[in-house]
T-cell receptor
Framework: DTAVSQTPKYLVTQMGNDKSIKCEQN?????MYWYKQDSKKFLKIMFS???????INETVPNRFSPKSPDKAHLNLHINSLELGDSAVYFC????????????FGPGTRLTVT | AQKVTQAQTEISVVEKEDVTLDCVYE???????LFWYKQPPSGELVFLIR??????QNEISGRYSWNFQKSTSSFNFTITASQVVDSAVYFC????????????FGGGTRLMVKP
């Protein structure tokens, strides 16, 4: 069984569109995250979601919004997509906050044309 | 200021050589955690190790070993007798309580092991 899964794996879309990436974890973890990996492989945290508390990285544009229907899911919605949003997006989860190891999903490669 | 620095962007070795990947961090927390992750060419991120700031004991796991030195703010990773399957990008990361315990990653070191 996949511990952290993401759909879709690849997403190609045009500028201005709105898209969502879904993430599910079956590890029973209570904290989930979204990371962005740019073309130079640099990984940066976007959000952390622990139970009902959302921690937003201040550098993330408000076009990005995480939504968590329950502890096992943390979806990422992106409005008005821009060329610079092209990247690989990783979902992760951990038992508790960042003092515990995080387990990552396979990533979603988003290409904005 | 970058909190996690991996000065080696790319390292190339021949199979069976030993290789050390450097990681230097900076933090004002007294309690923090350090991690190493591996990203093979297939793209997934694989957890390798977690170390807390109060535990400076070195760790060995098979061909992998980690050297944590608070005095130099370093957490280096050594692969002994490297193999082609070790080829990947390796990331060092830091988690600080005052920063909401979110992971801050270094820029990564691409390791290429040639047969």
């Amino acid at each position: 069984d996949t511990a952290v899964s993401q759909t879709p794996k690849y997403l190609v879309t045009q500028m201005g569109n709105d898209k969502s990436i879904k993430c599910e974890q079956n590890l029973g973890h209570d904290t989930m995250y979204w990371y962005k990996q740019d073309s130079k492989k640099f990984l940066k945290i976007m959000f952390s979601y622990n139970n009902k508390e959302l921690i937003i990285n201040e550098t993330v544009p408000n076009r990005f919004s995480p939504k968590s229907p329950d502890k096992a899911h943390l979806n990422l919605h992106i409005n008005s997509l821009e060329l610079g949003d092209s990247a690989v997006y990783f979902c992760a989860s951990s038992q508790g906050q960042g003092t515990y190891e995080q387990y990552f999903g396979p990533g979603t490669r988003l290409t904005v044309t | 200021a970058q909190k996690v620095t991996q000065a080696q962007t790319e390292i190339s070795v021949v199979e069976k050589e030993d290789v050390t990947l450097d990681c230097v961090y900076e933090t004002r927390d007294t309690t923090y955690y350090l991690f190493w992750y591996k990203q093979p060419p297939s793209g997934e991120l694989v957890f390798l190790i977690r170390r807390n700031s109060f535990d400076e004991q070195n760790e060995i796991s098979g061909r992998y070993s980690w050297n944590f030195q608070k005095s130099t703010s370093s957490f280096n990773f050594t692969i002994t007798a490297s193999q082609v399957v070790d080829s990947a990008v390796y990331f060092c990361a830091l988690s600080e309580a005052y920063a909401g315990n979110m992971l801050t990653f270094g820029g990564g070191t691409r390791l290429m092991v040639k047969p």
